[in-house]
């Protein structure tokens, strides 16, 4: 029997999802472009952040006016923040703005690469997933602190294929593959998609999703890009289902070698 | 009144409670999330959470991310 993707949703914390591509809602050059960003994305899920409201211009259009929630789950993170105690107190504040338990938790450790500071990450994980969140940690590709997160009870892990906003593309095959050997929980690659191919790479390594933001709000054309990524994202987990062929040294060919007309 | 909201010094009307602030702002109750003095209130606790002169209070909502 053959494989089909509407047969093997995405399952994250208890809920089902068609669409294995996860998007975030910054860096657009307006809202308009980014609802139909997300519109041809197919996503289910979409990421923001929390911030204060501004108290001196109360005319601007609020970016909920342009996502329908009832179509869009919310997914706040805690971008920004530099202590395990910021993230906690960000995924608090995101929860009750929101009204949903869960979050995509950021410890940054360094301005420059926005490299997670892990062991913060880790106890912020604990904190949150003791008080009923559940936690999807920004991580990095070290398969050690992918399996601590999960043993914190991470529902997922989320570990980059590249910098934030860097669409390097997937620099680290070898570690992902490992981290997934090493955790049962879904694995997002969340960080470092550049363009379709990029996408296609992490799930065709088994990936469970891909997370992004830049990779598509960044392109000259976002909304056709979106449809790109969609398109990479169930490309790339067809061909993992498929079964990909083994990479040889020396051709082989297709065609017959027998009765060849001279 | 004297309060401290997002980090600015903001001279208002005297206020009760975090309703009665909110309000006044005129800030659209919904999806924003709101802390006094470090604590967060829930929504339903609005009505029953005084706000006093000094408080530094926090108010904040959902914007693009990733």
């Given at each position: 029997m053959t494989y089909e993707l509407t047969d093997d949703p995405l399952v994250l914390g208890g809920k089902t999802f068609r669409s294995r591509l996860i998007v975030g809602t910054?860096?657009?050059?307006n809202f308009a472009v980014m609802r139909e960003a997300l519109e041809r994305s197919g996503s289910q899920i979409v990421t923001v952040a929390v911030r204060r409201v501004n108290l001196s211009d109360r005319s601007r259009e609020s970016l909920l006016d342009f996502i329908d929630t009832n179509r869009f789950m919310l997914l706040p993170n805690t971008a920004g923040c530099y202590t395990a105690d910021e993230a906690v107190r960000a995924a608090n504040l995101g929860r009750e703005a929101?009204?949903?338990?869960w979050v995509k938790l950021e410890v940054i450790g360094d301005e420059r690469t926005l490299f997670p500071d892990t062991e913060a990450l880790l106890a912020a994980t604990r904190v949150l997933v003791k008080d009923g969140f559940v936690v999807l940690p920004y991580t990095n590709d070290d398969p050690i602190m992918a399996r601590k997160l999960e043993d914190a009870g991470a529902t997922a892990v989320m570990p980059l294929g590249?910098?934030?906003?860097?669409?390097?593309?997937?620099?680290?095959p070898a570690n992902l593959r490992i981290i997934m050997e090493c955790v049962s929980v879904p694995v997002i690659v969340d960080a470092g998609v550049g363009t379709a191919s990029d996408a296609a790479v992490a799930m065709e390594l088994g990936c469970d999703a891909v997370l992004m933001n830049t990779g598509i709000a960044g392109a000259t054309d976002p909304v056709t890009m979106a449809e790109a990524m969609k398109k990479a994202v169930e490309a790339g987990r067809l061909a993992f289902k498929a079964g990909r062929i083994a990479k040889k040294l020396y051709a082989s060919a297709s065609s017959p070698l027998e009765g060849v007309s001279r | 009144m004297t309060l401290v909201i997002n980090g600015e010094t903001k001279t208002c009307p005297a206020v009760n409670n975090i309703n009665d602030l909110i309000l006044h702002l005129g800030?659209?109750?919904?999806?924003v999330a709101v802390e006094v003095n470090g604590r967060i209130a829930k929504r339903r606790d609005w009505e029953s959470t005084p706000v006093a002169d000094r408080d530094r209070v926090e108010i904040v909502q959902f914007v693009g991310g990733g």
């Open positions: 910054g860096k657009y050059s929101g009204l949903s338990d590249a910098p934030i906003g860097s669409g390097m593309g997937i620099q680290n | 800030i659209g109750p919904d999806r």
